[in-house]
Nanobody
Framework: QVQLVESGGGLVQAGGSLRLSCAASGRTFSTYVMGWFRQAPGKERELVGS????????YYVEAVKGRFTISRDNAKNTVYLQMNSLKPEDTAVYYC?????????????????WGQGTQVTVSS
């Protein structure tokens, strides 16, 4: 089992940057595929991107490709989401999530561990 705690959200102007962090408990972090999700008001939660156990492979939803980067430091039990060129439509609560399944990185289902979320607000 793993517990996840996000940090780094806040208010930023359009075009700005933020880096979210997600710290995981436990000694088996490297066995988890990690994902970042977001949920805007009135919308369904969507997968933003995910990263493989060793960090060599990543997946991004089309809307964030070229602007967002997911990375992880298994020695620090932490996964990051670097968000650049932020847009007002990126405003949402961002969640990190984890699973241990051997599924395609673009598959949004199957994540069974979740953080509490961190708010990101992008002003125009």
């Amino acid at each position: 089992q793993v517990q996840l705690v996000e940090s780094g959200g806040g208010l930023v102007q359009a075009g700005g940057s933020l880096r979210l962090s997600c710290a995981a408990s436990g000694r088996t972090f490297s066995t988890y595929v990690m994902g970042w999700f977001r949920q805007a008001p009135g919308k369904e939660r969507e997968l933003v991107g995910s990263i493989s156990r060793g960090g060599a492979n990543t997946y991004y939803v089309e809307a964030v490709k070229g602007r967002f980067t997911i990375s992880r430091d298994n020695a620090k039990n932490t996964v990051y989401l670097q968000m650049n060129s932020l847009k007002p439509e990126d405003t949402a609560v961002y969640y990190c999530a984890a699973h241990q399944r051997s599924w395609d990185l673009g598959r949004a289902s199957g994540f069974n561990y979740w953080g509490q979320g961190t708010q990101v607000t992008v002003s125009s």
